[in-house]
């Protein structure tokens, strides 16, 4: 009885120190964990023109908010790539409950290598460094016309098509096109 309650203690501690790792390793990797709210998910989709049918990339999707509202509300195909294994348990979870199994498909991977070429939107929320490191990746491997949208951190070497920012309170969002 011992032995087996040791044993179930071991793997409950090494499932939390994998969950922290991967929280901590998340935000190393380009930002942390930080949901936007609805309605800065609906301002970011709204100045990208997102349209029935185009394919909407989210580059650290967390628990997925920004695919459902897509796929929902905007009736874009979406695909998510999310590295920290806790918040992509909840967006498996909440994409099951609200049925979008078939317009949204989520990657447990970092987004660095992937295949951008198919986005017609991307929407990035993530701290400078990672845009500085996306800058390039952005210039060779998107198609021509593809939108990026940007929640706060805006691409440096890039020049924006519009900045949405409606009061001085109000954080910016950035739309460049490829
Ligand atoms: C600021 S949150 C944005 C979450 C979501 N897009 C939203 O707006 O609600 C950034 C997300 O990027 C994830 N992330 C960080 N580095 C990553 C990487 N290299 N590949 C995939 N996801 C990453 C983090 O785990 C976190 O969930």
């Given at each position: 009885m011992f032995y087996l309650s040791s044993i179930l203690l071991l793997l409950f501690m090494g499932i939390v120190f994998f969950v922290l790792f991967s929280l901590a390793y998340a935000g190393l990797s380009a930002a942390p964990w930080v949901p936007l709210s609805n309605k800065e998910i609906r301002r970011m989709l709204s100045l990208a023109g997102v349209k029935p049918g185009e394919k909407v990339y989210d580059?650290?999707?967390?628990?997925?908010r920004i695919l459902i509202i897509a796929a929902r509300e905007f009736g874009a195909e979406t695909v998510g790539y999310e590295i920290s294994i806790l918040p992509y348990i909840i967006s498996k979870i909440r994409i099951a409950f609200a049925r979008l199994q078939d317009k949204i498909k989520i990657n447990f991977s970092s987004f660095y290598k992937t295949d951008l070429s198919e986005a017609d939107v991307i929407t990035v929320f993530l701290l400078p460094e990672a845009m500085k490191k996306l800058s390039p990746i952005f210039r060779k491997g998107l198609k021509p016309g593809a939108r990026i949208v940007s929640y706060?951190?805006?691409?440096?070497?890039w020049e924006p098509m519009k900045v949405d920012k409606p009061d001085p309170k109000t954080m910016a969002i950035y739309l460049y096109r490829a």
């Open positions: 580059l650290g999707s967390g628990d997925g706060a951190f805006a691409m440096k070497d």
